[in-house]
């Protein structure tokens, strides 16, 4: 039996057309869905109903972020399989299917499912589409050597039993919930075939509210679990290592190769050479996010790549301002 998870505030327009692309899922076995109403002051409750006789149940909270609404919902689950999803994408009619499949291993705790963006015609978001592909690469690479290092949280499936209630105000539960579930030694893969669709376009606007909250869960986890990084209690602390973290490092790191460079330009023919190097990358990267040559690639794909640097700092930024604030930051 598979239970999905979904969380939901204030979706009235679309609870129903999601409801309608799960159940038409091509899955043989037994499913229900699980809707965890978070503070809605609409209709979605009663649009959730409209299907508990083919399998759905509501749950109507509080206003109380993502994280505690998956731990509501998965509590009431039944099933022996969890999956996750979010309102907006469309699930492929074999993507439960697809998800579930991997688990006749019995050392796999989890599997992710492949998230399909609408690409950007021009501009950083053809950067940031590059960006994603590379992602999704090495997910899969890591997922055939051992294990993958978190899931997207649009699409991903976790064994009932592996899953562990998350903090509140947690920002990435599709990476802290995952992590969790493989410290007793099982594994994450990857499934490519198991798709949703993201109908909203990869642009730089549309990445910047999702990329920077990301960002800052990053940092959150970072500071948070630190003893995930220590080789005795976790395996996979390098991939944790070299896929999250030293990220959020490469805009500080940029900031210490010009600043040196421009140092040591005064002297001999090579640091000027490469100092003028850099100067050039970071006028395409400029020239990229602008609006006379961002359809070229030469520009569009290092614009891309300095604009996720933008977002990192701004994704540090946010989470400093939430912890002195103290305030949660869950959703």
């Not at 649009?47 to 509080?62: D, H, L, P």
């Not at 050039?280 to 604009?307: D, E, H, K, Q, T």
Request: net charge positive.
């Amino acid at each position: 039996m598979v239970s999905v998870v979904m969380i939901a505030h204030n979706e009235e327009k679309r609870i129903s057309w999601k409801l309608r692309n799960l159940l038409q899922a091509d899955y043989p076995g037994e499913l229900e869905i699980i809707v965890v109403c978070d503070g809605c002051d609409d209709a979605t409750a009663e649009e959730t109903r409209r299907f508990s006789e083919e399998g759905s149940r509501t749950i109507e909270s509080a206003r109380c972020g993502k994280a505690e609404g998956l731990n509501q919902g998965v509590a009431a689950a039944r099933g022996d399989i969890l999956v996750f999803a979010d309102v907006r994408q469309e699930f492929d009619p074999s993507a439960i299917r697809r998800l579930v499949m991997p688990f006749s291993d019995p050392s796999v705790v989890g599997v992710s499912g492949s998230l399909e963006i609408k690409a950007a015609d021009e501009g950083p978001g053809k950067g940031i589409d590059l960006y994603w592909k590379l992602e999704k690469f090495i997910r899969l690479a890591e997922s055939r050597i051992d294990s993958c290092i978190g899931c997207t949280g649009a699409i991903y499936a976790l064994r009932a039993g592996c899953y562990r209630a998350l903090p509140p105000d947690t920002l990435l539960d599709d990476v802290v919930a995952p992590m969790c579930a493989q410290l007793g030694g099982g594994r994450i893969l990857f499934e490519p075939e198991a798709r949703a669709y993201d109908p909203q376009e990869l642009t730089a606007g549309n990445e910047r509210r999702r990329k920077t909250r990301t960002l800052a869960g990053n940092f959150q986890m970072l500071f948070r679990y630190p003893g995930w990084l220590i080789p005795a209690r976790n395996r996979l602390w390098w991939q944790l290592l070299s896929h999250k973290y030293l990220r959020l490092a490469v805009p500080f790191l940029l900031l210490v190769c010009v600043t040196s460079n421009a140092l040591l330009a005064v002297s001999g023919w090579l640091y000027p050479a490469l100092f003028m190097v850099q100067l050039v990358c970071y006028l395409f990267a400029f020239l990229g996010m602008g609006s006379v040559f961002r359809r070229l690639r030469i520009f569009s794909v290092p614009g891309g790549f300095l604009y996720l640097q933008y977002l990192c700092v701004l994704g540090l930024l946010r989470y400093i301002r939430m912890r002195v604030a103290g305030k949660p930051v869950g959703w």
